[in-house]
């Protein structure tokens, strides 16, 4: 089975400090995702990375880097940490290609629960 | 862009009764994908059905299924038989074909009721 893992389920972090989520899969997938969920908000990507040190911003990045240096890992940082970033984040992988039984689906880690007080 | 919508915050279901959550989306793609996913109070994501938008056929996996209406772009799940393990939030999401990006509903919380 495809296992995601991230590093914490739970953070509480001081407004400023720089924040390090981290997120490891263990199937060789070339796509990683982080997301964050709001209640009444749903999923939203802040990036993404299809390959070692790729990356692309997705919908909400401000206030958020994102680093790839091995395949399997894909750290999210938050650069000063602020209220407004205190959230659920979820850690997701993928592999790419096309059809049916193919694996299109996103497999998801646990989630971090973050505080920012 | 590609928009996902679930209209319904909330909904209940009276165990081993059925159920239905709805999802539309707005695309002008012809090959993509729909998944529902079932979040419980745990938190992990798992993936619950999926349908490839070329495909007529709905999707089946035990005791759930989905209606899938291309033209009208709606996509929703049928839980049969409910059960008290059902209880979660269910998103919806989308994907084009050839993209790497998963499109996500804002989610439907599902109350079982014994």
């Known amino acids: 089975d495809v296992k995601v893992t991230q590093s914490s389920r739970y953070l509480v972090k001081r407004t400023g400090e720089k924040v390090f989520l981290e997120c490891v899969q263990d199937?060789?997938?070339?796509?990683m995702f982080w997301y964050r969920q709001d209640p009444g908000l749903g999923l939203r990507l802040i990036y993404f990375?299809?390959?070692?040190?790729?990356?692309e911003k997705g919908d909400i990045p401000e206030g958020y880097s994102v680093s790839r240096e091995k395949k399997e890992r894909f750290s999210l940082i938050l650069e000063s940490a602020s209220t407004n970033q205190t959230s659920m984040y979820l850690c997701?992988?993928?592999?790419?290609?096309?059809?049916?039984?193919?694996?299109?689906?996103?497999?998801f880690g646990q989630g971090t629960r973050l505080t920012v007080v | 862009a590609q928009t996902v919508t679930q209209s319904q915050p909330e909904m209940s279901v009276q165990e081993a009764e059925t159920v239905t959550l709805s999802c539309t989306y707005d695309?002008?793609?012809?090959?993509?994908?729909l998944f529902w996913y079932k979040q419980p109070p745990s938190r992990q994501m798992i993936l619950v059905i999926r349908?490839?938008?070329?495909?007529?056929q709905n999707a089946t996996e035990n005791r759930f299924s989905v209606n899938f209406q291309k033209a009208a772009k709606s996509f929703s799940l049928k839980i049969s038989d409910s059960q008290l393990g059902d209880a979660a939030m269910y998103f919806c999401?989308?994907?084009?074909?050839?993209?790497?990006?998963?499109?996500f509903g804002t989610g439907t919380r599902l109350k079982v009721l014994a």
């Open positions: 349908q490839e938008a070329y495909k007529q």
């Open positions: 695309t002008s793609e012809s090959d993509y994908y």
């Open positions: 199937m060789d997938h070339e796509n």
């Open positions: 999401a989308y994907r084009s074909w050839g993209t790497y990006k998963y499109i």
């Open positions: 997701a992988s993928s592999i790419p290609g096309e059809g049916a039984g193919r694996g299109t689906e996103a497999f």
């Open positions: 990375s299809y390959d070692v040190k790729m990356k």
